[in-house]
């Protein structure tokens, strides 16, 4: 009996894991994803709930735009058909003719999901329990079942399509041909006319030999109703083709053209944009031909110019490529899954409410910057993998980043950072008084001798030798240690505020009786920063050579211990000193006073000291301390000063920080605090949004 019990239990348990793992989508991605996007339903309802969503001012937008008319049967964010308390992914595949963005959602009631289709007036087919839907051209394409949606939005590669061979064999026109013929704002004229690539609403492929017929299109607003033929029917179709190679319908001419398609597809494909014709398109594995036919407008319509031909061509392609592709992830033929990936399940935290993976910048660029111009350029060469998480907590919203880099980057990086920030910076800061701060550390000799390193791993593949030749001449041109030690590589940047000075300015009054214009002076109130800046050096006899070249010259005003820089024309006011290996500007000129008399009152906190020694690069933003300080000239009307000064109040502290490499991982973090009284950080972030709009 006891067995028993526990076997039931132990069932029970299994199930449950069953269950909740059937919604975990993350399993259908595919393992050659290069970035992949995560929203955590559950830890976001968790944190508000979604009927308090959609009694909120962004949920009730949301249900307005998506509901739109029917705002009756889809009352709350729920009644959409997906599961909310589920991860939803966004994720990107890339070829090198294509990049598809595929949106992956969980589904809770398919037949939800199936009214809202229906009442928007989208058609969709049904074929073994899944739904499939198309755009106008079907080049956009949303496939569901019981269980998941995915959305999938190809984008052509331009570099792709610009090969000579690539055009060559998809019959396109040469590219000069092309653009001579192409309108000032293609993508507004592609969408608007009447010859775009009309195969729509089902094409589905569900193995390689099935053949896709669009039958005639509907006149519908330029939209089309798409049927499937039998092969019997497709055959009769290629005979009447074959004695016919060109067609009348009306008083137009049927022209046709046959292309050859690239490797990643091969079929026979009619496509007909005309609203008399009749648009097929029929795929033969079997065939390495495309045929593409037009229907000839007007002789004033350009539609069939070869920009607009070659368009619908690359459409046709791009619809059956995408096609296959959803097709293939419901059948299951992705080829694995990203969670073999060891990096991508590393960045997974479920404590995270959203995330966003790369697989690698290197590989990211390369698929998709233009290589025809920059073919062995290595923009991103030693860049790895990469990703970013967002965690709402209950006292602040803190984002976090990583970067894994090559071991030769990672190398350099270590030797780059291994400045700290110097102790004596934190004798002149008043946190009573600033408002935000900004410091860095790093080694410039260390940089200069790396530098000319990077470059050449950049650029080193195409110009060698050029590169050889340049980075030697750096070398000799530049003492990387002597330059090190007139400017170390650290140094902090405080922000204490804002102030107003009034300046006088020339202007010109005319009279109208003589038509004449006199000179006269007038004044106004300049908003000038109030800030300290601090560097630190090692070697100050350039920096004394410069000081007395500048008052010989007087650009430069001697007060004994500090000197005030001369601007002509400008009204802030400069002073600086060097004490103690520390370069100081500033524009208060009571500060420089207290600093070279050593009356300065400093103040820091424990956390702020942590924040700025501990780490390469620290900042620090206080909007609460701004609220007020921002002059009304500034901001214009009383109304907007209040609203300012409101949201400023409204926000909590912010910092940002990176962390010590840890192996060749470079992390860093942003956050921010919540004011006390709110409960937690998204609730906090739906009443900010609610006040903006106000």
């Known amino acids: 009996m006891n067995y028993y019990f526990k076997s039931a239990i132990a069932g029970s348990f299994l199930l449950g894991s069953i269950a909740v793992n059937a919604q975990d989508l993350s399993r259908k991605i595919p393992a050659d994803a290069l970035a992949v996007a995560t929203l955590r339903g559950g830890n976001l309802t968790e944190l508000m709930s979604v009927s308090e969503f959609n009694q909120s001012f962004l949920g009730k937008k949301m249900l307005e ?10 009352p709350g964010m729920e009644d959409f058909g997906f599961n ?17 963005n595929c949106f992956l959602l969980p589904v809770k009631d398919a037949a939800k999901i199936d009214l809202f289709f ?23 394409a949303v496939h569901w079942n019981a269980e998941m949606l995915l959305s999938v939005i190809p984008i052509e590669k331009s570099a792709y399509f610009k090969r000579p061979e690539v055009r060559e064999r998809l019959g396109l026109s040469t590219e000069e041909e092309s653009n001579l013929y192409a309108p000032e704002n293609a993508n507004d004229a592609v969408m608007a006319d009447s010859a775009a690539v009309d195969v729509t609403e089902a094409m589905e492929v569900v193995d390689e030999q099935e053949e896709l017929v669009v039958a005639k299109p509907v006149k519908q607003k330029k939209s089309t109703a798409v049927k499937h033929r039998s092969k019997k029917t497709k055959l009769k179709g290629k005979k009447s083709a074959g004695k016919n190679s060109k067609k009348k319908v009306g008083k137009k001419n049927l022209t046709k053209k046959k292309v050859a398609l690239p490797k990643e597809e091969t079929a026979e494909m009619e496509v007909s944009t005309s609203e008399e014709a009749p648009a097929t398109f029929e795929s033969d594995m079997s065939s390495d031909t495309v045929v593409v036919d037009t229907a000839y407008a007007d002789n004033n319509d350009n539609s069939n110019s070869p920009f607009f031909s070659d368009l619908r061509i690359k459409r046709a392609i791009m619809a059956k490529w995408t096609a296959k592709m959803s097709a293939d992830f419901f059948a299951g033929k992705n080829q694995g899954s990203i969670l073999n990936n060891a990096d991508f399940n590393k960045s997974v935290d479920h404590k995270a409410e959203a995330t966003i993976w790369i697989s690698g910048l290197e590989k ?6 233009p290589l025809d111009y920059f073919k062995g350029v290595n923009f991103m060469g030693g860049y790895g993998a990469a990703n970013a998480k967002l965690f709402l907590e209950d006292q602040s919203i803190r984002m976090s980043s990583a970067m894994t880099f090559s071991e030769d980057m990672g190398n350099v990086l270590r030797k780059v950072h291994k400045r700290k920030l110097n102790k004596k910076f934190m004798k002149y800061v008043n946190e009573d008084q600033m408002i935000g701060y900004m410091a860095y550390a790093m080694d410039t000799k260390a ?21 050889g030749m340049a980075t030697d001449l750096f070398s000799l ?3 990387e240690e002597a330059i090190g030690k007139v400017i170390k590589g650290d140094g902090i940047f405080v922000f204490n505020g804002l102030s107003q000075k009034e300046v006088a300015y020339k202007s010109y009054d005319y009279n109208e009786d003589n ?13 000038l920063p109030d800030f300290l800046m601090m560097i630190s050096t090692e070697d100050t006899r350039l920096m004394d050579k410069l000081i007395a070249y500048g008052v010989k010259k007087e650009l430069l005003k001697n007060h004994n211990n500090y000197y005030e820089v001369s601007i002509p024309k400008s009204p802030m006011a400069l002073y600086f000193t060097i004490k103690d290996g520390v370069i100081f500007l500033t524009t208060n000129g009571q500060e420089i006073q207290q600093i070279v008399n050593n009356t300065f009152t400093a103040k820091l906190s424990a956390k702020h000291k942590k924040a700025l020694l501990g780490n390469n690069y620290a900042a620090y933003f206080s909007p609460k301390k701004l609220s007020g300080k921002i002059p009304a000239e500034t901001l214009g009307r009383l109304t907007q000063v209040e609203k300012t000064n409101k949201t400023l109040s409204a926000l909590g502290d912010i910092y940002i920080r990176s962390f010590p490499m840890k192996g060749n991982t470079f992390a860093a973090e942003i956050s921010m605090d919540i004011p006390r009284g709110q409960k937690n950080a998204l609730k906090y972030l739906m009443s900010i949004t609610e006040d903006l709009q106000k």
Do not use: C, W
Not at 129 to 140: A, I
Not at 447 to 467: A, R, T, W
């Open 515 to 527: 038509f004449e214009t006199k000179e006269v002076m007038k004044t106004k109130k300049e908003t």
């Open 447 to 467: 940089y200069l001798q790396e530098y000319p390193k990077l470059i050449s791993k950049i650029y080193g593949s195409v110009y060698s030798d050029e590169i």
């Open 118 to 140: 229906s009442k928007r007036g989208k058609i969709f087919t049904v074929k073994d329990q899944v739904r499939s839907y198309f755009n106008v051209d079907s080049t956009e």
């Open 84 to 100: 909310l308390s589920s991860d939803f992914f966004y994720y990107n595949q890339s070829s090198d003719s294509v990049s598809y």
């Open 364 to 369: 990211l660029t390369s698929a998709y910057l």
């Open 65 to 74: 735009g998506l509901a739109k008319d029917h705002i009756a049967d889809f």
């Open 477 to 479: 041109l530049l003492d």
